[in-house]
């Protein structure tokens, strides 16, 4: 891949990262630890979207930064303690807002590219 489209799909991959965590934490039945988020993200998206300890920690510090998440220790049966994150009612509502405007951003795109491959261009 080159250079300048490697750097375009980290910033997309930035994006895709805060929504799929956001959305795994909220839609996760009790709270969850950051390695199940890594593996539920790679079997969810099967494969297509590895993420890993050095990509996931970082989100997970901006979101807890911004409240967007709450965390706590808490023990893991017989391994040592891990972080355990919930999302808060302000991630719920921002995850809302940040769907939206990605479901726009992708129809709006889709339906500019559609329209110039039909050739509507004036």
């Keep these: 891949m080159k250079g300048e489209v490697r750097e375009f799909k980290r910033e997309l991959l930035s994006v895709a990262y805060t929504l799929l965590t956001l959305l795994i934490i909220r839609n ?7 390695y199940k988020i890594i ?12 993420f890993k300890e050095g990509t996931l920690y970082p989100v997970l510090k901006k979101l807890s930064k911004l409240k967007l998440l709450n965390s706590f220790w808490g ?3 017989n391994g040592p303690p891990r972080k355990y994150y919930t999302i808060t009612e302000l991630g719920e509502k921002c995850l809302e807002d940040l769907l ?9 795109i889709n339906m500019v590219r559609e ?3 039909r050739g509507e261009i004036t």
């Design 100 to 108: 939206l405007m990605w479901d726009e951003m992708v129809q709006t």
């Design 75 to 77: 023990l893991a049966g």
């Design 39 to 50: 593996q539920l993200v790679n079997s969810l998206s099967d494969g297509k979207i590895v």
């Design 28 to 34: 996760y039945p009790r709270p969850i630890y950051g």
């Design 115 to 117: 329209k110039l491959e």
